[in-house]
C-alpha cells in the first residue's frame, strides 16, 4: 500500500509481516513494531535524536568482544535481564529467585572436588566456607553441577586482569548423594561495572551509581530439572537497595558469618574466616546452558 499519513504506517507495517511463517517470530515482531512505533510517538524524538539512540545501540555492538560484552551489560542496568529472569522463573514452589547471568559467566572452568578451593595463585582476601544442598520437589539432588564464578577482593573477575592465566575464583561441583555441595573461597567485593563503553556513559548522564554488591554467582543444572542461575548477595556489603542491575531480592541475601577464632575452621585458613550456608531448589524441566557472553 501506498502510505498517505503517519496514522497508516504501522498497521502497514504489520500487514507486510503477517504471512511470517514461523508463529512465535510473527507475534513477536508484531508486539515489536506495535510498542517499538508507540514508543516513537509518545516521545517523538528529533532528527538528532533519533540518530544518536541508533548510534548508542551501534556502539554496543561495536563494544563486545571476547572478554566483554556490552549488549548484555546495557540489558543488565535497564532491568530487563532480570525482568525476563523473574517472568521464566516463577518462585511458586518455594525455589530461590533467579538472577542474570551477567557478562562475566565462562563455560568449561574446571571441576573440582567438594571442599576445595576456587581461589588460585595465591589470591588473597578473608578466607570463605560456602556450603548449602541442592533439593528438587523436597528431595536432594545428587550428581548436581554447581558452576560458581565470583569477583575478587578487588572487585575485579580472572578476564578482566591482564597477563593473569587460567580460571580464577570460578569452579564446578558435584552435589554428593545428599545433594550437598561445598567450598573455599575469599569474600567477594562489590564493584562497579564497567564504565568505558555506551553503557558506562548512560549511567553517567543518568546520575546512576555503577556499583554492585558482593556476590557470588551460582548455576545449578541436573538433567530432567531447569537450570538455576542465581546469585547469592553478602548481607553485610551495602549497596543491597541500589544495585545497578536492581538483582537483589530479599530470599538471595545470605548471611556471611565471621569468626575470630580457628575453632571448626578447614585447613589452611587463617582468621578472622567466613562461612556461608545458602540451600538451592531446583523444579523439574529443561537443562540447558547459556550461551557464555565472554570466553
Do not use: C
Not at 571442599?115 to 582476601?125: E, F, K, L, M
Not at 561445598?182 to 548522564?205: D, I, K, M, N, W
Not at 530432567?224 to 530470599?251: H, M
Amino acid at each position: 500500500m501506498i502510505i498517505q499519513d503517519e496514522s497508516q504506517l504501522t498497521d502497514a507495517v504489520r500487514t507486510a509481516m503477517a504471512d511470517t511463517p514461523n508463529e512465535r517470530l510473527r507475534a513477536v515482531m508484531d508486539a515489536l513494531v506495535r510498542h517499538l512505533h508507540a514508543f516513537v510517538r509518545e516521545v517523538r524524538p528529533t532528527d538528532e535524536e533519533w540518530e544518536r539512540g541508533l548510534a548508542f545501540v551501534t556502539a554496543l555492538g561495536q563494544a563486545t568482544n571476547d572478554t566483554h560484552n556490552e549488549t548484555i551489560l546495557a540489558s543488565d542496568i535497564l532491568g530487563l535481564s532480570t525482568l525476563v529472569g523473574m517472568q521464566n522463573n516463577p518462585t511458586w514452589g518455594g525455589e530461590p529467585a533467579s538472577a542474570l547471568l551477567g557478562p562475566f559467566w565462562r563455560m568449561n572452568s574446571p571441576e573440582l572436588p567438594f571442599g576445595a578451593s576456587i581461589a588460585r595463585g595465591g589470591t588473597p582476601g578473608v578466607p570463605v566456607l560456602v556450603s548449602g544442598q541442592v533439593t528438587g520437589e523436597g528431595q536432594p539432588i545428587e550428581d548436581a553441577i554447581v558452576d560458581i564464578w565470583q569477583a575478587d577482593p578487588r572487585g575485579m573477575y580472572d578476564n578482566q586482569i591482564e597477563g593473569l592465566e587460567g580460571m580464577n575464583l570460578r569452579g564446578q561441583f558435584r552435589t554428593t548423594h545428599e545433594g550437598r555441595y561445598q567450598f573455599r573461597t575469599v569474600r567477594p567485593a562489590g564493584y562497579p561495572v564497567p564504565t568505558h563503553g555506551p553503557s558506562g556513559e548512560l549511567l553517567r548522564a543518568q546520575r546512576r551509581s555503577p556499583f554492585r554488591p558482593a556476590h557470588i554467582h551460582f548455576m545449578v543444572s541436573k538433567p530432567g530439572f531447569s537450570t538455576l542461575i542465581t546469585q547469592v548477595f553478602v548481607d553485610d556489603s551495602g549497596r543491597l537497595e541500589n544495585d545497578v542491575t536492581f538483582s537483589v531480592t530479599p530470599t538471595l541475601v545470605g548471611r556471611l558469618e565471621i569468626h575470630d577464632s580457628l575453632d571448626r575452621a578447614p585447613a589452611g585458613f587463617t582468621a578472622p574466616w567466613g562461612s556461608l550456608v545458602y540451600d538451592l531448589a531446583l523444579r523439574r524441566g529443561e537443562s540447558r546452558l547459556p550461551t557464555p557472553p565472554i570466553r
